[in-house]
């Protein structure tokens, strides 16, 4: 196995762990018994829909959450995608949309505050936060291994020996 599949496998590892570990351990100030991350991302992807408890206040906070849900979409999607049919340029392409989903998730973390929504984030957080850098750096080392791979193989029956 190629150190790209690790990479990648160790991502989708990551992600499926921060499903069953608890992403939020305090809300408000307040410690609360801890929220899996699988609660967590049905509590995002409903952040547009019209119901009595509003877990975010404003447009923006359910603009985040919904952008989080996408990410996580997009990783299943995307990084199965790459795999199975991807060229080495979509590839790259995948990998700098999961750097950029690193990017768009970072605002939990950096949104924390101990008056705030959420005030406290676990292991699970991190896990599945960190687990799009994984993501990032497992396409771009397969899609330069494509790169070197294609040229090792169509130059090396033309080397003079």
């Given at each position: 196995?190629?150190?790209?599949?690790l990479?990648?496998?160790?991502?989708?590892l990551?992600?499926?762990?921060?499903?069953?570990?608890?992403v939020?351990t305090?809300?408000?100030?307040?410690?609360?018994?801890?929220?899996?991350g699988?609660?967590?991302?049905?509590?995002?992807?409903?952040?547009?829909?019209?119901?009595?408890?509003?877990?975010?206040?404003?447009?923006?906070?359910?603009?985040l959450?919904?952008?989080?849900?996408?990410?996580?979409?997009?990783?299943?999607?995307?990084?199965?995608?790459?795999?199975?049919?991807?060229?080495?340029?979509?590839?790259?392409?995948?990998?700098w949309?999961?750097?950029?989903?690193?990017?768009?998730?970072?605002?939990w973390?950096?949104r924390?505050?101990?008056?705030?929504?959420?005030?406290?984030l676990?292991?699970?957080?991190?896990l599945?936060?960190?687990s799009?850098?994984?993501?990032?750096?497992?396409?771009f080392?397969?899609?330069?291994?494509?790169?070197?791979a294609?040229?090792?193989?169509g130059?090396?029956?033309?080397l003079p020996?």
């Open positions: 196995m190629r150190r790209a599949h990479l990648i496998s160790g991502a989708w990551m992600q499926a762990a921060a499903w069953f570990l608890p939020v305090s809300i408000g100030g307040g410690r609360i018994d801890p929220i899996p699988w609660t967590a991302f049905l509590a995002a992807s409903t952040a547009f829909w019209p119901h009595t408890d509003k877990v975010f206040s404003t447009w923006y906070e359910s603009l959450a919904t952008a989080s849900v996408g990410t996580t979409v997009f990783f299943f999607v995307g990084s199965t995608w790459a795999l199975v049919r991807g060229s080495h340029s979509f590839r790259r392409g995948l990998g949309a999961a750097a950029i989903a690193f990017l768009v998730n970072s605002h973390y950096v924390l505050s101990p008056d705030g929504l959420l005030s406290g676990g292991i699970g957080y991190f599945w936060w960190w799009f850098v994984m993501l990032a750096i497992g396409l080392d397969l899609a330069g291994r494509t790169d070197a294609k040229f090792t193989d130059q090396a029956s033309r020996r």
